[in-house]
Each structure stands twice: as C-alpha cells, then as structure tokens.
C-alpha cells in the first residue's frame, strides 16, 4: 500500500500525520514509532507533578483510528530504500512510500569517561521514570550538564529536598540558549535553593557513590543523571544515502536531497534563504515544522516560517525565549509584574525577546513582541523600554502605518 510514511511518533511525527488530514490528504498514513508507548509530549518529563512522572499523551488510539492513522506503536525502521521507495520494519515488514517524512528525533549525547554507565540519560518517558523512580530513595544527585533540561531537573529535584550538584563544562550554567542576563538570575536562585555547582569542570570517572572531577574534587551522589546534550537521530538517513551534517540536512521546504524525503523537527537542519543548515531543538519548532512539512508532502511549495520561541520551567520561575537574541544587539529591558522582559534589537527592529517571571508573568507580553518580530518594522527603542507604552498599542500603530 503507497501512501506517506513517517518514520518517528514523536512530537513531529505524529502533528505532521494529523496534520496531513487537516490538508485534505486521503491517502494512506503510516506513522511508525519504535517507543511502546502512546506518542507523548516530552516537556513534562523534566517538570513532573508532585505526584510524580506521568505520561501526558500527545493523542490517542482513537482519535488516530477516527482519521485513518496507521500508528505502528513499538515498531522500529531498520532501513530506508529511496529506490525501491520502501522502508524494512523491525517486525519483517516492508512499507512503500510514495512520500517520507523523517522525524527521528535526537538522541541523548553520551559520557566517555570511566564509569559513564553509571549516569542515567534524560529523554524519555521510560528515563524518566527510572530517574524519578532511584531519586525516591537517593539524597544525594549529581546531575552532568548546566543547560536547560539538567537545570529543570535539579529544580524539581531540590524541590523535592534532595541535595542536588551539577557539573559543568563551561565557566556558567545555560550558556548555550539562555541571555546572560536571564542565565545569571536562574544560576542565582538556583544557588539560593542551595544547588552546588561545579562549573568549568570536566568529568575524570563516574564511581560508585561519587563523580570524580578532573581536578580530583569528588562530587557524592547516590544518583547520577547526564544531560549533556543531544545529538540528532540521522543513522537511518545517511545510510540511505540522504544528506547529513548536524541534522538531516533540508532546504527551506524541509526536502532533503533525496525528492520523495522530508525531515522535521530535532532531526532537521534547514537551510533558508541558502543560508546555513540550522537545527532547532523545540516543542513548537517541531510543530511547526511538522506542518510545514505535512503540506509540502501533498503538493504544496511553502517555505518554513516560524520565530523561534521555547520555554523553560525552574522553580516558580517560567523562561520564554523568542527569535534569536544574540550578542551584540542593542537591548532594552522592560519590567512587568512579577517578571522583567529583554529585547534585543538589530538596525531598530525587534529581533528577538526574553522573559523570566513567575508563572505567566512573562506570557502574553512575550506572545505581543513575536508579533512585533514577525511585523519586521522599525520601532523606538525607548517605547518598548516605557511601561506607560503597550506592546499590545504599539503593535496596533505598526499596523495601521502598514496599511
Ligand atoms: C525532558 C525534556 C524536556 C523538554 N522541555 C522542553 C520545554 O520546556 N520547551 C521546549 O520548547 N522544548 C522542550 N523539550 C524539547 C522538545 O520536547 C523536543 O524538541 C521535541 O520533543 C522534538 O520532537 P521530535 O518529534 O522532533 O523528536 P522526538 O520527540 O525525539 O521524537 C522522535 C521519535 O522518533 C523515534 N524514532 C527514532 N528513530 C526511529 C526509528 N528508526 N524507527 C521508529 N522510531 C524512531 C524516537 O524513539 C522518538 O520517539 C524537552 C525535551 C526533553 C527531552
């Protein structure tokens, strides 16, 4: 049966299938994950309820079976033929395609040092659950990487009143996504809760009881958790003679070289405007990638559009982070009730924007500057500065000058 395959059930995979449907597309759709579960959202993972981890499914079997999803739930793809148009499943079965979406997914990066099985990885539900599982008996956690998912583990793990060390290889923790000015004040409370940290350290061995630093410090730790990173699932492509580079390398319409494959989300490096492949690691990049995808699948030419924008929880704090602050930009910051928003500004216009405040302190301020990064017009400075002056008006004068 040819239809449109999509290998990975994650947050893509599984938007890109419901959203073919939404496109009209009534061929067949098979959507193949090899995780024995339900397609589920991986963000809770790190921000678990007090009662503990759960599985937040992404749909269910039902809502699938009402639109004809052929959802292959604990199945893996062993190999793509671009030739024969096929991929070969890990039940003995083989599947053509007349389209493939590639939505592999990322794979946590993995420790080389001695003892390194020790450390648990973070990905997954079935991770997850055997973290929070070992931390109901541990007092004390070594968690392996400051960025944002080992910082929202130690928050949630110290809020839990376990002693909580991270180790890190850079001089501050977040360094990689967050604004200095953000990361500074997360590392702060952080400390103030009473995390240690261990920074511009690296890692000499993982032994029983405690991380050996390659200065000879000892870190204890009852539990040890590695998130460092991840690294983009492309075996499957680059086997199949598909492209690769930091991801499964796309165009702006998410084609990768080979014509009848598309790739999205964790997996893809998209190149816009011929400019560099870049990867984006995010809940709404694989949404709306997944979309972008889906109607390019069925016939449509449409460029990805899409501001960046994540989101992170630690403690009572959210971070929201849209378009793509950088170094170097001019910056204004702004106060709100309970939190504090920082543009960033390339020739006058908003580039991106930043947000920390407790619960969605930062939110709909935030949701109003992404509009102003998608207007593309020049603003004053000092009124995205001024309290007295309303994103939400300013956006309103954008738009009737525009019109
Ligand atoms: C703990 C955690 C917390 C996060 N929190 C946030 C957050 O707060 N905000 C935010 O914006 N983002 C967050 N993210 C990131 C976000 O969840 C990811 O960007 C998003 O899930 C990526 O979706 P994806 O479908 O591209 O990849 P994935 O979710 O990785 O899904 C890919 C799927 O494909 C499967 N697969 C791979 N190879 C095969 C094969 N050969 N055959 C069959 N199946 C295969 C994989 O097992 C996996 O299930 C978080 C991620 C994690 C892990």
Redesign the pocket.
């Known amino acids: 049966m040819d239809g449109i395959v999509i290998?990975?059930?994650?947050?893509?995979?599984t938007r890109a299938a419901f959203a073919l449907r939404e496109e009209g597309y009534g061929g067949a759709i098979s959507l193949?994950?090899?995780?024995p579960h339900l397609p589920y959202e991986?963000?809770p993972?790190?921000k678990p309820a007090d009662t503990g981890v759960h599985l937040k499914a992404i749909t269910t079997a039902e809502a699938m079976e009402a639109v004809a999803i052929n959802y292959c739930q604990g199945?893996?793809?062993m190999e793509v033929d671009t030739l024969s148009r096929s991929v070969s499943l890990s039940d003995g079965c083989t599947v053509r395609y007349n389209k493939l979406l590639l939505?592999?997914?990322?794979r946590p990066r993995q420790l080389t040092c001695t003892g390194a099985s020790r450390a648990l990885d973070?990905?997954t539900h079935s991770h997850a659950a055997e973290i929070f599982r070992r931390a109901a008996n541990a007092r004390r956690v070594a968690i392996i990487g400051g960025g944002l998912?080992g910082m929202?583990l130690a928050a949630v793990l110290r809020s839990k009143g376990l002693e909580v060390g991270i180790i890190e290889a850079a001089a501050k923790p977040l360094g990689r996504a967050v604004p200095p000015r953000f990361a500074e004040h997360l590392h702060r409370v952080h400390v103030e809760r009473g995390v240690q940290f261990f920074l511009g350290r690296g890692i000499a061995g993982i032994e029983d009881g405690f991380v050996r630093l390659d200065d000879g410090a000892q870190v204890p730790s009852d539990l040890t958790i590695a998130a460092i990173g991840v690294v983009p699932?492309t075996e499957?492509a680059s086997k199949a003679g598909i492209a690769t580079g930091n991801g499964i390398l796309t165009n702006a319409y998410l084609r990768t070289s080979d014509p009848n494959v598309f790739a999205a989300?964790?997996?893809a490096a998209v190149s816009l405007n011929g400019a560099a492949h870049v990867r984006y690691?995010?809940?709404?990049?694989?949404r709306r990638q997944a979309e972008t995808a889906a109607r390019n699948m069925v016939g449509a030419s449409e460029p990805l559009v899409s501001t960046p924008w994540?989101?992170?929880?630690q403690y009572d704090l959210t971070l929201q982070v849209a378009g793509l602050p950088a170094a170097g930009q001019e910056t204004v910051v702004r106060t709100c009730p309970n939190g504090e928003i920082e543009f960033y500004l390339l020739d006058d216009r908003l580039v991106g924007a930043a947000g920390l405040g407790i619960g969605n302190a930062v939110a709909r301020d935030i949701k109003l500057a992404e509009m102003l990064i998608d207007a593309g017009v020049m603003l004053d400075v000092s009124s995205l500065g001024d309290t007295n002056v309303s994103l939400k008006d300013l956006l309103k004068a954008n738009r009737s000058a525009a019109a």
Not at 310 to 313: C, G, V
């Open positions: 290998i990975g059930a994650g947050e893509c995979g193949i994950g090899n995780e991986r963000p993972l790190s199945i893996s793809v939505a592999t997914g990322a973070f990905r998912i929202e699932d499957l989300g964790d997996c690691e995010s809940w709404r990049n694989a994540f989101w992170s929880d």
